[in-house]
């Protein structure tokens, strides 16, 4: 596609459930950032994929966050046994040297 | 560790006024400073700066770099409604590879 996809755009889900968020880049970008922002809080890092290098997970905020990128391009983030504090935007980016990234649409995850 | 730090946190104006959001940064290797506006979910690219005293613009926005004193300045006249936004600065590390986003200017223009 021409941008960033993300899905679902939106998801309700209950405490303790795990969730799955995915992710599409722009063909071609080499590398894939996750971030996740809460009510009128700044974007916060979570993990970045460049290339075949191993990811930098210093962002991720607990072990209920992992996510990974197949063949180097769609990502998954999931977050196991969610908690009321995970209920935010989710935002995937991506980008190549020099472009800088773009963004996708984001998933809104609200957990009750 | 890289630091991006805005300038003033929110403004409120009026159309037609002019402003300047202010970025300065801190970061190891720097490869590139990137502007952003956020209106609703996703931010959406501005523009990329990557050399000093070299000023990008479109439209009514505008914005340079001085890699001396390690800031920048996002330039927007003839302020609209449309304007508002929160605007993200970011920058980019050679080394990591990875950007850093500071806490945004929310920008609102008032009619």
């Known amino acids: 596609g021409a941008g960033v996809s993300q899905s679902p755009s939106n998801k309700v889900t209950e405490k303790g459930k795990d969730v799955e968020l995915r992710c599409d880049p722009i063909s071609g970008h080499t590398a894939l950032y996750w971030y996740r922002q809460s009510l009128g809080q700044g974007l916060e890092f979570l993990i970045y994929f460049q290339g075949n290098s191993a990811p930098d997970k210093s962002g991720l905020p607990s072990d209920r966050f992992s996510a990974e990128r197949t063949g180097g391009s769609v990502s998954t983030l999931t977050i196991q046994r969610t908690q009321q504090e995970d209920s935010a935007v989710y935002l995937c980016a991506s980008s190549s040297p020099w472009v800088g990234q773009f963004f996708g649409p984001g998933t809104r995850l609200t957990v009750l | ?111």
Request: aromatic letters at 8%; glycine letters at 6%.
């Open chain 2, 1 to 111: 560790e890289d630091k991006v730090v805005q300038s003033p946190l929110s403004l409120v104006v009026h159309e037609g006024d002019t402003v300047t959001l202010n970025c300065s940064y801190e970061v190891t290797n720097f490869r590139s400073l990137l502007w952003y506006k956020q209106e609703k979910k996703a931010p959406t690219f501005l523009f990329m700066l990557t050399s000093s005293g070299i000023e990008k613009k479109s439209g009514r926005l505008s914005s340079i770099l001085d890699k001396k004193e390690l800031f920048s300045i996002l330039n927007i006249t003839a302020t609209q409604t449309g304007d508002s936004a929160v605007y993200l600065c970011a920058v980019e590390d050679t080394n990591a590879g990875k950007s850093t986003f500071g806490d945004g200017t929310t920008l609102t223009v008032k009619p």
